[in-house]
């Protein structure tokens, strides 16, 4: 069993940053793989992010915020940060990460909401115009 508790959200105005984090439980977390999806009041959970537990370059980003988030890993804290810059007011929303204990595949397999065994409790990022 994974816990996983987000923190980092906030207000923030467009054009600017925020570094959420996802805290996890567990002496297995560096073999999971982490994702981040968000959704927003009336819409679907959308995925915005993952990383495979090799970090570094096995990383996957929706086409909306690539080249804006970037998604990376410290396992000896047991944590995955998604940096977010130059944020825009479309990417309101909550922001939730979830651990795939199973982490086989590889591509467009970590942007699905069915792969993730554990969710967190999400938290709110607001971006004003």
């Known amino acids: 069993q994974v816990q996983l508790v987000e923190s980092g959200g906030g207000l923030v105005q467009a054009g600017g940053s925020l570094r959420l984090s996802c805290a996890a439980s567990?002496?297995?977390?560096?073999?999971?793989?982490i994702g981040w999806f968000r959704q927003a009041p009336g819409k679907e959970r959308d995925f915005v992010a993952a990383?495979?537990?090799?970090?570094?370059?096995?990383?996957y980003y929706a086409d909306s915020v690539n080249g804006r988030f970037t998604i990376s890993r410290d396992n000896p804290k047991n944590t995955v940060y998604l940096q977010m810059n130059s944020l825009k007011p479309e990417d309101t929303a909550v922001y939730y990460c979830?651990?795939?204990?199973?982490?086989?595949?590889?591509?467009?397999?970590?942007?699905?909401?069915?792969?993730?065994?554990?969710w967190g409790q999400g938290t709110q990022v607001t971006v004003s115009s």
């Open positions: 979830a651990a795939d204990r199973n982490p086989i595949g590889s591509g467009s397999y970590y942007s699905r909401r069915t792969t993730y065994d554990y």
């Open positions: 567990g002496r297995t977390f560096s073999r999971y793989a």
């Open positions: 990383i495979r537990p090799s970090g570094g370059s096995s990383t």
